[in-house]
């Protein structure tokens, strides 16, 4: 019976497969062809420009993907509100430092840390190093009340460095506060006078002290000059403009499933960004990556069986907000949640997804992405990240993927004056367009999901095993996990 059933039942599988690799080499081809990408890009960045939530720039980028979405022929498309605690907007922040007396003084170029607190202007401020602002750093330095303290940062190369600086703010800060220090300037991580916005709130609150970003080619002046024995004052204004609480939205649009449209899958990029350049590479190309994959799919002809929600978030950067709040408005359908698949990390190739620390969604999932092979695409790390909107899914227990991509030109662009669209690499977007479509249409399609919704105790264990628990512990995220504020309760 066996052996008969085998015999049986394999030209029917080959020709099931052959039919599924048929179809998605269709997509592909959809998704590879001339579309709005460039010209939708083109407009969310150089005609909205940055998109800061509270923003009439965000208001206005929030129209564009409902248009755009309706454009790519979406079934339906509508937003979904929620509230950041406070509205943050940089003045005209200003740091000058001065020297051996008062003989020689500069401009030092300075942005605000976003979501930091306002300083008013404030005269003659001992400037003073703390090295990268270790406790022993600290304690050699001495008194730090009413200094303003110079952090000592490592360039920006690659992942593990970013990670390196979210990790070494909160202690500083701690530090800082601890001794009543003035303010903080950290040295920008990027050379050549690249200033960029970086926060280090976690849920749009306030942070505890003021704090600057100084270009790196000034700290380390700066640095030189109190190491040769020159005290150094500064004169510093960060007039930064903070408000109550703002509303911003998610923008949602859908395929709806032709089978099973109460499962869904989830696609997200996040919509807003910073806003000293104009968020090109994070994360408007993945943006409009979104809305070109909802548009390939439905050119395609091809129908997904469970319903795809494409999803643009907002408040990522103030802290995964928008998809926070999603996975909260919408907790109880999340058993109902097949896999998330997220895009963040600008047009550098992609390598494959991390599955958020879960093993066990692996062999389902190499087998959907297997049409990947073809863009080497379809490597699977059980990784566990913290830095985008998959996250509060995986909190949630739901199966999810973030994009891995090589850093390419993303690092030294992030957050910075220069994310602008001419960074942007659209052969290989369009790539990322037709793996997202791919992967999305494959896993609303599967005969069976490529794995469970996963209990509180089986999430805590994934955590422990990618030790994603100390990473949390140190950019102060865990707390929200162990008092059951965030994530599946049971
Ligand atoms: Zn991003």
């Known amino acids: 019976m066996l052996r008969k059933f085998a015999w049986l039942g394999l030209p029917l599988l080959s020709l099931a497969l052959f039919a599924v690799n048929n179809d998605m080499d269709r997509l592909i081809q959809e998704a ?25 720039a965000m208001q206005r980028a929030v129209d564009w993907g409902v248009a755009a979405f309706k454009d790519a022929g979406a079934d339906s498309v509508h937003t979904e509100e929620f509230t950041i605690q406070h509205g943050w907007a940089e003045g005209a922040t200003s740091v000058t430092a001065a020297t051996y007396g008062e003989a020689t003084s500069f401009p030092v170029r300075a942005v605000s840390i976003a979501w930091a607190p306002a300083l008013a202007p404030t005269k003659h401020v001992p400037v003073m190093d703390v090295g990268e602002g270790t406790a022993a750093e600290f304690a050699k330095a001495g008194d730090v009340s009413g200094k303003l303290l110079l952090v000592h940062t490592r360039v ?25 220090a003035k303010a903080i300037a950290f040295m920008a991580t990027r050379d050549n006078d690249i200033l960029y916005r970086h926060t280090n709130a976690v849920f749009g609150e306030i942070d505890l002290l003021p704090m600057v970003i100084v270009a790196r080619e000034d700290g380390e002046r700066l640095a030189r000059l109190l190491a040769a024995g020159n005290p150094v004052w500064a004169d510093l204004a960060i007039p930064n403009k903070i ?26 990029a996040h919509l807003d960004s910073w806003e000293l350049g104009t968020g090109a590479l994070d994360n408007g190309c993945n943006s409009a990556l979104v809305i070109d994959a909802l548009r390939a799919i439905k050119a395609s002809g091809l129908k997904p069986r469970r319903t795809i929600r494409f999803i643009l978030f907002s408040g990522e950067e103030e802290g995964l907000i928008g998809s926070r709040m999603y996975a909260v408005d919408h907790r109880v359908e999340l058993d109902k949640a097949v896999g998330v698949v997220i895009y963040d990390s600008g047009t550098g190739k992609t390598t494959g997804f991390s599955t958020g620390g879960r093993k066990d969604t692996i062999a389902a999932t190499q087998t959907l992405i297997a049409p990947l092979e073809q863009f080497g695409a379809t490597k699977l790390t059980p990784s566990a990240e913290s830095g985008t909107d998959h996250f509060d899914f995986m909190l949630e227990g739901v199966p999810t993927f973030v994009a891995d991509q090589d850093e390419s030109n993303y690092l030294v662009n992030y957050h910075a004056v220069s994310d602008t669209y001419d960074k942007v690499d659209f052969p290989q977007l369009k790539k990322h367009v037709a793996e997202a479509a791919v992967f999305s249409l494959a896993l609303a399609n599967a005969a069976e999901r490529v794995g469970p919704r996963l209990s509180r105790a089986q999430i805590e264990e994934t955590m422990h095993e990618t030790h994603l628990d100390q990473e949390l512990k140190a950019m102060g995220m865990w707390d929200d996990w162990a008092s059951g504020k965030r994530g599946r309760a049971k």
């Open 156 to 180: 920006l190369a690659n992942w593990a460095d970013l990670f390196w600086e979210y990790e070494q703010a909160p202690g500083v800060i701690a530090l800082a506060v601890k001794g009543k």
């Open 32 to 56: 590879l062809k001339p579309s709005p990408l460039e010209n939708n890009l083109r407009r969310l960045t150089d005609e909205v420009g940055g998109r800061v939530p509270g923003t009439p």
């Open 243 to 268: 408000s109550g609480p703002i509303k911003s939205w998610n923008v949602v649009a859908e395929l709806r499933g032709s089978e099973k449209p109460d499962e869904f899958v989830v696609l997200g």
